[in-house]
C-alpha cells in the first residue's frame, strides 16, 4: 500500500510562486504514473499535470501549460508541483495522485488509485 502526503500549501499573492511536495512512501514513486489535480469549491476535480516516469513524459492541463511544473526527487521519493504567477483563480486544494500502472498517465481522477488528503492554496488578489 503506498501513502501520499501532501504539504507546502498557504496563503500567497497574486503573481507569487509556490512549491507542493508529495511525500510518498510504501514504495518508490517512480513504480506509478503520478499526477497532481486540484479542486476548487463547488468545482469537479480538474486535473493539472502527470508523468509517465519510464518514458519521462509529462501531460498537463492546456489551460495550466507553462505555469505548473511537476518533478519528483528520487532520494527524497517526493514528487512536486511548482506553481507560478500564481492567480485568484488557482485557489483549490491541490492533491497528489497515483496509479498502478506507471505508463497510463490520464487527465481523468478515477484512473488513478491513490491520494493524498490535500493541501490548500489560496492565492490573493
Known amino acids: 500500500q503506498v501513502r501520499l502526503v501532501e504539504s507546502g500549501g498557504g496563503l500567497v499573492q497574486a503573481g507569487d510562486s509556490l512549491r507542493l511536495s508529495c511525500a510518498v512512501s510504501?514504495?518508490?514513486?517512480?513504480?506509478?504514473?503520478m499526477a497532481w489535480f486540484r479542486q476548487a469549491p463547488g468545482k469537479e476535480r480538474e486535473f493539472i499535470e502527470g508523468?509517465?516516469?519510464?518514458?519521462?513524459?509529462?501531460y498537463y492541463a492546456d489551460s495550466l501549460k507553462g505555469r505548473f511544473t511537476i518533478s519528483g526527487d528520487n532520494a527524497k521519493n517526493t514528487v512536486y508541483l511548482d506553481m507560478n504567477s500564481l492567480e485568484p483563480e488557482d485557489t483549490a486544494v491541490y492533491y497528489c495522485?497515483?496509479?498502478?500502472?506507471?505508463?497510463?498517465?490520464?487527465?481523468?481522477?478515477?484512473?488513478?488509485?491513490?491520494w493524498g488528503q490535500g493541501t490548500q492554496v489560496t492565492v490573493s488578489s
Open positions: 495522485a497515483a496509479g498502478k500502472d506507471p505508463t497510463v498517465v490520464a487527465g481523468i481522477a478515477q484512473m488513478y488509485d491513490y
Open positions: 510504501g514504495r518508490t514513486f517512480s513504480a506509478y504514473a
Open positions: 508523468i509517465n516516469w519510464s518514458s519521462g513524459g509529462t
